[in-house]
């Protein structure tokens, strides 16, 4: 029984995650800065929570392949958009150690994919320097900095703590 209940809680926990990136990128696309070469999405920050939670892996996954489908995102975002999430979350798992290193995994996911998505799928003209800074920027400013604001909200509240 014990391990049917852990099973529900974490398919819940990620279900909630999941829901929170959709919210968190509509909310950044309702004011204009999601999209585009500069893309800020307050749902990356949620990428900082496999440090505490294993359920953020298929949550941020499946919340920017269901933000990514909503949005219109072509194919190829819909994708490679969601690979680099997960490959992200993944990374960030493996590091959660140290709090300060388990932020680059997103960064550096998406700045190696994106540009060639926003090339490719969306056919933007910019050069691929220019881009992987641009997406650098807009990751830096969602996990390297909110990242870290919620990573040390949910170890000061021990919020995961209290939901396992």
């Given at each position: 029984?014990?391990?049917?209940?852990?099973?529900?809680?974490?398919?819940?926990?990620?279900?909630?995650?999941?829901?929170?990136?959709?919210?968190?990128?509509?909310?950044?696309?309702?004011?204009?800065?999601?999209?585009?070469?500069?893309q800020?999405?307050?749902?990356?920050?949620?990428?900082?929570?496999?440090?505490?939670?294993?359920?953020?892996?298929?949550?941020?996954?499946?919340?920017?392949?269901?933000?990514?489908?909503?949005?219109?995102g072509?194919?190829?975002?819909?994708?490679?958009?969601?690979?680099?999430?997960?490959?992200?979350?993944?990374?960030?798992?493996?590091?959660?150690?140290?709090?300060?290193?388990?932020?680059?995994?997103?960064?550096?996911?998406?700045?190696?994919?994106?540009?060639?998505?926003?090339?490719?799928?969306?056919?933007?003209?910019?050069?691929?320097?220019?881009?992987?800074?641009?997406?650098?920027?807009?990751?830096?400013?969602?996990?390297?900095?909110?990242?870290?604001?919620?990573?040390?909200?949910?170890?000061?509240?021990k919020?995961?703590?209290?939901?396992?």
């Open positions: 029984m014990k391990s049917l209940e852990k099973g529900t809680k974490f398919i819940a926990l990620g279900g909630l995650i999941a829901a929170l990136y959709v919210v968190l990128s509509l909310i950044a696309t309702a004011l204009g800065i999601s999209s585009g070469v500069i800020v999405r307050f749902s990356e920050a949620l990428c900082i929570l496999p440090c505490f939670t294993t359920a953020a892996i298929p949550g941020v996954t499946i919340g920017c392949f269901i933000t990514n489908l909503i949005s219109g072509a194919a190829l975002d819909l994708i490679f958009g969601t690979l680099a999430t997960l490959i992200g979350a993944v990374g960030t798992y493996f590091l959660r150690k140290n709090r300060w290193v388990a932020a680059v995994p997103p960064i550096v996911s998406n700045v190696l994919i994106i540009p060639w998505v926003l090339r490719v799928a969306y056919e933007m003209p910019d050069s691929y320097p220019y881009m992987m800074l641009t997406v650098f920027i807009g990751e830096f400013i969602s996990i390297g900095i909110l990242g870290e604001l919620l990573y040390t909200a949910a170890d000061k509240t919020i995961f703590s209290k939901i396992s």
